[in-house]
T-cell receptor
Framework: AQKVTQAQTEISVVEKEDVTLDCVYE???????LFWYKQPPSGELVFLIR??????QNEISGRYSWNFQKSTSSFNFTITASQVVDSAVYFC???????????FGKGTKLSVKP | DTGVSQNPRHKITKRGQNVTFRCDPI?????LYWYRQTLGQGPEFLTY????????KSRLLSDRFSAERPKGSFSTLEIQRTEQGDSAMYLC?????????????FGPGTRLLVL
């Protein structure tokens, strides 16, 4: 069975702090993709990153960085120098198999206070 | 490119009524997915289309749920004889790839409240 676990339900930080959102996944597929989406209060899911199972290089995009470790089945997301606009629910998702549907975790609600 | 659009954005209905939601994907996107999201949960997959073909519908929540994508363009999701438990956000996503792992881009969702 495929599963995504985001153990942190809610995180609260003060602006400019760094914060890491954890994601652990389970799959028997050898080829799969991992995603992060942001859902601000408006409700629309915004795509952040897509990573395939053969590429374990870490990725950095501005204040965002992602750490993919196949050995621990984790795909963690770090926001450096957080800002109030980063406040949202963040979802990690797994895609494997022929259908291509996403399997989401329950999300982590991040609150960044000024 | 305009993004994925969904209509209506909000729907309030009485138990037992039928409702239909529409999704317009990003133009030329082959794949279209429907998800349901309840409060405090991640989206849950319901069904998907590749062009006009519905390739998976066993995950639809009951036989009261049905979806169509005529001509491979927009899609509709219908819920018949709504129940209070159907209250949720219904999300549509589209993907440009024929392969199953293309990035999915989501619409703003339709929030359904069944009284």
């Amino acid at each position: 069975a495929q599963k995504v676990t985001q153990a942190q339900t809610e995180i609260s930080v003060v602006e400019k702090e760094d914060v890491t959102l954890d994601c652990v996944y389970e799959t028997r597929d050898t080829t799969y993709y991992l995603f992060w989406y942001k859902q601000p209060p408006s409700g629309e899911l915004v795509f952040l990153i897509r990573r395939n199972s053969f590429d374990e290089q870490n990725e950095i995009s501005g204040r965002y960085s992602w750490n993919f470790q196949k050995s621990t089945s984790s795909f963690n997301f770090t926001i450096t120098a957080s800002q109030v606009v980063d406040s949202a629910v963040y979802f990690c998702a797994l895609c494997g198999g022929s259908q291509g549907n996403l399997i989401f975790g329950k999300g982590t609600k991040l609150s960044v206070k000024p | 490119d305009t993004g994925v659009s969904q209509n209506p954005r909000h729907k309030i209905t009485k138990r037992g009524q039928n409702v239909t939601f529409r999704c317009d994907p990003i133009s030329e996107h082959n794949r279209l997915y429907w998800y349901r999201q309840t409060l405090g949960q991640g989206p849950e997959f319901l069904t998907y289309f590749q062009n006009e073909a519905q390739l998976e519908k066993s995950r639809l929540l009951s036989d009261r749920f049905s979806a169509e994508r005529p001509k491979g363009s927009f899609s509709t999701l219908e819920i018949q004889r709504t129940e209070q438990g159907d209250s949720a956000m219904y999300l549509c996503a589209s993907s440009p790839a024929l392969a199953s792992w293309g990035t999915q881009y989501f619409g703003p969702g339709t929030r359904l409240l069944v009284l």
